[in-house]
C-alpha cells in the first residue's frame, strides 16, 4: 500500500543525545514536510524539501536538522540544542504545488 | 507574519446536532485554504478550497471560502460520534506552498 510511515510511533531522548526520526513514502512524492505539534495547538512548520538535496528552514527550526539524500526519505534529528523537545512530530507530503499535503501517523517525543 | 484563527475552540454537541465551524486567515501569497480531521494521529484531507463562494460538499460536510472577508466555514449536519475530533484549518501560500495552520477546533459529539 502506498503512504507515508513514520517510526518509530513512540521515542524516549536523555539530555544532552539526539535523536532522529524516520519518514519514509512510497508515493512519489516530491515535496516532504516535518511539523511539530504541541497539546492544544496547530501544527508549526519545522523544515520542508521540494526536491532532493535541497531543503529550506520553517517557522521553528532551531534545534533539528535533516537531510533529504533520497526523494523517499526526510529525517528529522532532534539535537541537543532543541531544549524543548517533548511534542507530537508530524511528516507530510504532496504532488504537484498545488494539491493537499498528507500526513504519516507522527512520532511522540518524551524527555526521560 | 501569516496568521490562521479558528473558532470556537471548543464544542459540544449532541448527535443530530449541526455544526459550523469558522476559520479566519491572512496568509500573503494566499492560494488556498484547506481543512483536515485529526483524530489522535495523523490529520486526515477533507477539503481544499481555491475559488470563492463555490461549497465543497462530501456526504455530511460542506465548506465554503470567502476570499474578500478572508475566512471560511466547515459545516457538519446530522452530526455522529464519529465526528469528535479536532479540525484544522491551514492557509496554502508560497512558492514552496506552505501550510499556516490555526489551533484547531476541537468537536465533542455526545450520544
Known amino acids: 500500500d502506498g503512504g507515508i510511515t513514520q517510526s518509530p510511533k513512540y521515542l524516549f531522548r536523555k539530555e544532552g543525545q539526539n535523536v532522529t526520526l524516520s519518514c519514509e513514502q512510497n508515493l512519489n512524492h516530491d515535496a516532504m514536510y516535518w511539523y511539530r505539534q504541541d497539546p492544544g495547538q496547530g501544527l508549526r512548520l519545522i523544515y520542508y524539501?521540494?526536491?532532493?538535496?535541497?531543503?529550506q528552514k520553517g517557522d521553528i527550526a532551531e534545534g533539528y536538522s535533516v537531510s533529504r539524500e533520497k526523494k523517499e526519505s526526510f529525517p528529522l534529528t532532534v539535537t541537543s540544542a532543541q531544549k524543548n523537545p517533548t511534542a507530537f512530530y508530524l511528516c507530510?507530503?504532496?504532488?504537484?504545488?498545488?494539491?493537499?499535503?498528507?500526513f504519516g501517523d507522527g512520532t511522540r517525543l518524551s524527555i526521560l | 507574519e501569516d496568521k490562521v484563527v479558528q473558532s470556537p475552540l471548543s464544542l459540544v454537541v449532541h448527535e443530530g446536532d449541526t455544526v459550523t465551524l469558522n476559520c479566519s486567515y491572512e496568509v500573503t501569497n494566499f492560494r488556498s485554504l484547506l481543512w483536515y480531521k485529526q483524530e489522535k494521529k495523523a490529520p486526515t484531507f477533507l477539503f481544499m478550497l481555491?475559488?470563492?463562494?463555490i461549497e465543497k460538499k462530501s456526504g455530511r460536510l460542506s465548506s465554503i471560502l470567502d476570499k474578500k472577508e478572508l475566512f471560511s466555514i466547515l459545516n457538519i449536519t446530522a452530526t455522529q460520534t464519529g465526528d469528535s475530533a479536532v479540525y484544522l484549518c491551514a492557509g496554502l501560500a508560497g512558492s514552496a506552498r506552505q501550510l499556516t495552520f490555526g489551533s484547531g477546533t476541537q468537536l465533542t459529539v455526545l450520544p
Open positions: 524539501s521540494q526536491i532532493v538535496n535541497d531543503f
Open positions: 481555491t475559488s470563492s463562494g
Open positions: 507530510a507530503s504532496r504532488t504537484t504545488p498545488d494539491q493537499p499535503q498528507h
